[in-house]
């Protein structure tokens, strides 16, 4: 009997840490979520303004594509 008793203690230990670990890594996420959000929501702006220029600084609708 008490060879059962150990793996059930066992495992009630295991859920009790599970149920732990699983609050603190939801509060960081939206944390992180929030900052990187907010710097990524900047650059789109400036970069609709000029939509003529590409990323890399190649005017749009040049043969550019055709030569590669």
Partial sequence: MSIS???SSGSAVSSASVVQTA????????KQLD???ERVAPPP????TTPSV????QKIGTTISTSA
């Fill in 5 to 7: 008793a150990i793996p």
């Fill in 23 to 30: 609050p603190p890594p939801a509060a960081e996420a939206p």
């Fill in 35 to 37: 900052k990187p959000a």
């Fill in 45 to 48: 702006a400036p970069a609709a």
């Fill in 54 to 57: 590409n990323t890399s600084g």
